[in-house]
């Protein structure tokens, strides 16, 4: 298999920036002259570590939608996913924190709430985050999943950092961690032409209803277009996850799940898929007003919420209830086997879509280790 099969136009959620703004104190990675040199046409200017008022002024000079910053991070590099109070399950999930941000620009995105650098940032120093794997990956009798997709969109930089291909050279060979690359692109041509082991690793798709790719994810791939990718990717070796989050309520919403739960399997088998995660429509918040002014067009929170304990602004439980219940049966219908999961939902909705609950987030995270295990043999 090679890139030439990858799906035609995957080049519309490719960024291509026009400026590239180097931290004095990255200049020096490796990486920066190997991004620099895919950008041929682009600027290059190189910034002292910008901070608060520089960053301002830099969006002010420079535009944070064409402008890449390339950046040395100073703190940990594996974090716990931010999943929060125990009252929502949490899959004990680790973030490989690589970069920030990302172009696809879906209305809902919650990065929108949290970040306070307006620039696509991708962290150069990968000698300090592998030097940080090596340390933390030796502790004995512990398993990792770990997913670059948390702060930023896992493939939509690939062209221009080929960092998955060093990332497979890394977890390919790790025998206590599985990597999860989780992606609306299609940029998977280095995924394809990987030469070498590529181990356990997982590669995830978020999928939502057409209407809702269409209006709200920006220039995401269409569904069609993930899952040509997917089966591509799966044909390559890879484990393939899917991930619906965060669905959404709304008029035919029925008829729009079902035909992207159809799509799924006229592309992969479910032994292809190695976990389902479905999640609800959340947010922060204060999130709505940025929402609003950067999606001027979308509805999504308009309704009626509830506050969940966690503080994020949730459907009422017996929304949530006929959405999780109607995907679940469907995705039975063609997979009856295959492990569904919630991401952050109570024990009650558990127990009531699937007849059982996790006790706590260590057993949530226990079951999708045995995921892991099952393709570890
Ligand atoms: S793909 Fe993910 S990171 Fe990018 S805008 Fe959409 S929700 Fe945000």
Known sequence: MTSAAVPNNYSRSLFRPTTVLVEDEAADCPLVESIIERLPNAEVVVVKRPTGADLDRLSQ??????????ARHRGRFLKACPGTAETYRCCLYQILHLGLGCNIGCSYCVLQGYLNNPFITQFVNLDDAFA???RELKRPGTFYRI???EFTDSLFMDPLTGLASRLLDYFGRCPNAVLELKSKSVAISGLLDYPGEIGET?????LN??????????????????????????????RIGLHFDPLLDFPGWEDEYR??????????KGDDIIWISIGAFRFMPQVKEVLKENHPQTNITAGEFIRGLDGKQRYFSAIRRRLYRFLVTEIRRYAPNVFIYFCMEDQYLWQDTFGRAPADNQELGHWLDKCCYRYHG
């Not at 994810?217 to 089966?231: P, S």
């Not at 035909?259 to 799924?264: D, E, G, L, M, P």
């Open 61 to 70: 000079e420079f535009g944070p939608l064409t402008t890449l910053l390339l």
């Open 132 to 134: 940080e794997l090596d």
């Open 147 to 149: 997913g670059t997709g």
């Open 202 to 206: 997982i590669v995830s798709w978020s």
């Open 209 to 238: 209803a057409p209407r809702v790719c269409a209006q709200e994810e920006g220039h995401a791939a269409t569904i069609e277009e993930r899952l040509t990718a997917a089966a591509l990717c799966r044909q390559r070796g890879y």
């Open 259 to 268: 035909q992207t739960v159809a799509s799924i399997f006229t592309h992969l």
